[in-house]
């Protein structure tokens, strides 16, 4: 009987382990996962960022090489 008992303490004893073990993984995959995507929306939102910034040059750019090109048609159109 005591042989029994002390079987069936084991076998309890593995099964709460074995479900805390895949609680943990459990746990551990949902981590992971969380912090894949974190990286991915920051890698997108500094890939946002740095297009917008080229975006702003472009066009900060052109709207100045318009406006000289403009002003020198002009002056030449005048003389």
Same mark, same amino acid.
């Given at each position: 009987m005591r042989m029994?008992?002390?079987v069936d303490q084991f076998? /309890?004893?593995f099964e709460q382990e074995a479900a805390l073990e895949? @609680? *943990?993984?459990?746990? /551990?995959?949902q981590r992971?996962?969380?912090?894949?995507?974190? @990286? *991915?929306l920051q890698r997108i939102e500094q890939?946002?960022?740095?297009?917008?910034g080229v975006l702003v040059i472009a066009l900060t750019v052109t709207v100045l090489?318009?406006?000289v090109v403009m002003f020198e048609t002009l002056?030449?159109?005048m003389s």
């Open positions: 029994r008992q002390t076998e /309890l004893a895949r @609680r *943990r993984r459990s746990q /551990l995959r992971a996962t969380n912090r894949s995507r974190a @990286r *991915r890939h946002g960022t740095v297009a917008f090489t318009v406006a002056a030449w159109l």
